[in-house]
């Protein structure tokens, strides 16, 4: 399990940063620019290929082309880059330089890496909803929705309750109260609230095995007509669509998680503002690692779910307008089309030099914090991995 683990993070990982890159690349392109370099891992370099005189061959940490793009695997395995000739200012007045586009390309170029892991959010997500995603349901369904795999599971249990006393877990699947199937929540509630003061089996299903529990439900109160077990239930399947409600689906759940995102990254962004901490919603690459492993386990359909969550993700947090990254190079450019010409060059560069610094400080202290939060499963995963 762990070698699947490291493989799948290591292909979803490299698939977000590959498109990413790719998008700066094609657009770069597209517009004449000469692309320099196209990086995989941040530097320095380990070594890299180059296609010219009609061949592919091996070049060194130190090899620079006038006219071919290297493609590199540097030695800090997070994240990726494209090295545009002129980004920095240079070279103007020559048509294959960055800088002697428009703003407008420019703001299309800095941009089409966010694009890229946006699209990918739609492709992943509409492609999940043509072979189905888990989803909670109601009885009210978009037109066209088709449902399977219909079950009301647990997602809270209430301290000092009979459900608790039981041994209820968050995850349990209810099947049958005294026999009779369940099919929603509405007939557990029911049939929980007909039968109080009586003992009532409960069957359910927990890691593929079948168990029950026999409690009796706890009468409220201030509610004497009402009686609960003590659990939060949802109503789950797997939802699908044809194709051509999929695609509309996949856009509209796009923008949904992008607002929720957006909402997320602010209250982080203020939570570190205002007390200099944040909680754990924040991971780095080892958490993103130990997440995979776990999403992994859930199947191939949460997997699908999880890559796409992880691109949007990575589109927004690109685009925040921080130096170094793109919204930030974005910013740079909007002021110089407001101001009618350009920020001093050294003066942008310095900021991207410090902004990125600073980037490799947050990875540094987000994946120390993934490791002290993580470390110790980590470490036994890997001991049952060895000892067999």
Same mark, same amino acid.
């Given at each position: 399990?762990? %070698? ?7 292909? @979803? ?5 590959? #498109?990413?890159?790719? *998008? ?24 890299? +290929? ?14 620079? !082309? ?33 800088? !002697?586009?428009?703003?407008?390309k420019r703001a299309i170029i800095l941009s089409a890496g966010v694009s890229m892991n946006v699209l990918l959010t739609i ?8 072979? *189905? ?6 009885? =009210? ?14 997602? $809270? ?23 009779? /199937? @369940? ?6 509630? $029911? ?25 009796? /439900?706890?009468? #409220?109160?201030?509610? /004497?007509?009402?009686? %609960? ?27 949904? +998680? ?5 909402? *997320?990254?602010?209250? =982080? =962004?203020?939570?570190?503002? !205002? ?9 780095? /690459? ?6 995979? *492993?776990? @999403? @992994? ?16 993700? #990575?589109?927004?947090? $690109? ?70």
């Amino acid at each position: 399990m762990l %070698i699947i683990t490291i493989i799948t993070f290591i292909v @979803v990982f490299g698939l977000l940063i590959f #498109l990413h890159e790719l *998008g700066h690349f094609m657009t770069a392109r597209k517009f004449g620019v000469r692309v320099e370099e196209f990086g995989f891992g941040l530097p320095p370099r380990i070594g890299g +290929m180059v296609w010219e005189q009609g061949k592919w061959r091996l070049v060194g940490p130190s090899y620079r !082309s006038e006219k071919a793009t290297v493609y590199s695997l540097n030695w800090i395995p997070f994240g990726g880059f494209v090295k545009l000739y002129g980004e920095e200012g240079e070279h103007a007045a020559e048509k294959d330089s960055f800088a !002697s586009q428009t703003p407008g390309k420019r703001a299309i170029i800095l941009s089409a890496g966010v694009s890229m892991n946006v699209l990918l959010t739609i492709v992943l997500l509409s492609a999940g909803f043509m072979g *189905g995603t888990p989803s909670v349901i109601d009885d =009210i369904l978009p037109q066209g929705a088709r449902v399977r795999d219909e079950k009301v599971q647990v997602v $809270n249990v209430v301290s000092n309750s009979p459900a608790e006393s039981a041994g209820f877990k968050v995850g349990d699947t209810i099947t049958h109260l005294d026999g009779t /199937p @369940v099919s929603s929540v509405k007939e557990f509630q $029911n049939y929980t609230a007909a039968h109080k003061g009586e003992e009532i089996e409960i069957d359910y299903v927990r890691d593929g095995v079948i168990d029950s529990r026999t409690l009796q /439900p706890q009468i #409220l109160p201030d509610e /004497p007509a009402r009686a %609960i077990i003590g659990v939060a239930l949802i109503k789950t399947g797997t939802v699908s669509y044809p194709w051509y409600r999929a695609i509309p689906q996949g856009v509209i759940a796009t923008g949904e +998680m992008a607002v929720n995102l957006v909402k *997320g990254f602010g209250r =982080i =962004i203020g939570q570190l503002l !205002s007390t200099g901490r944040s909680d754990n919603a924040i991971a780095g /690459p080892v958490g993103i690692a130990v997440l995979t *492993g776990q @999403v @992994v386990k859930l199947g191939f359909l949460y997997l699908i779910q999880f890559t796409a969550t992880l691109s949007l993700n #990575l589109a927004i947090l $690109n685009y925040l307008p921080i130096p170094a990254l793109d919204g930030g190079r974005v910013l740079f450019v909007l002021v110089e089309k407001i101001r009618g010409k350009a920020v001093d060059r050294k003066l942008e560069a310095l900021v991207h030099t410090i902004g990125f610094a600073l980037l490799l400080a947050l990875i540094a202290f987000v994946t120390y914090k993934d490791i002290v939060r993580f470390g110790a499963g980590i470490l036994n995963t890997l001991k049952s991995a060895i000892m067999g």
